[in-house]
């Protein structure tokens, strides 16, 4: 059984940057960060694969958050810069026993396997 636990949220101010950690037990062969805003649906931001390391950013992250593994530390993070007001919400790591080869299908579905309970990130002016 996987079990994943965020941390590393907080309030930043728009142009900061915060490093989100996600602690991983049990094997994966995916895993990605998700986010939710108030009143809206839950969304991918990033993927790796835990294997190659091979990694996909959405388009609205690219350039300013990394996604990245310690697999000594079995940790996941998200490394995540030049925030902006619409990157406020609560992140969400998650986990698949499965391969996942389509990084733009996967983003778009919650349909993973694994979750944690959220960190909450707020982007203030």
């Known amino acids: 059984h996987v079990q994943l636990v965020e941390s590393g949220g907080g309030t930043v101010q728009a142009g900061g940057s915060l490093r989100l950690s996600c602690a991983v037990s049990?094997?994966?062969?995916?895993m990605a960060w998700f986010r939710q805003a108030p009143g809206q649906e839950r969304e991918g931001v990033a993927t790796i694969n835990p294997h190659s390391a091979t990694s996909y950013l959405v388009d609205s992250v690219k350039g300013r958050f990394t996604i990245s593994q310690d697999n000594a530390k079995n940790t996941l993070y998200l490394q995540m810069d030049n925030l902006r007001l619409e990157d406020t919400g609560k992140y969400y790591c998650?986990?698949?026993?499965?391969?996942?080869?389509?990084?733009?299908?996967?983003?778009?579905?919650?349909?993973?396997?694994?979750w944690g309970q959220g960190t909450q990130v707020t982007v203030s002016s």
């Open positions: 049990g094997l994966t062969y995916a």
């Open positions: 998650t986990a698949d026993y499965i391969y996942r080869s389509n990084p733009t299908m996967d983003m778009k579905t919650t349909d993973w396997t694994y």
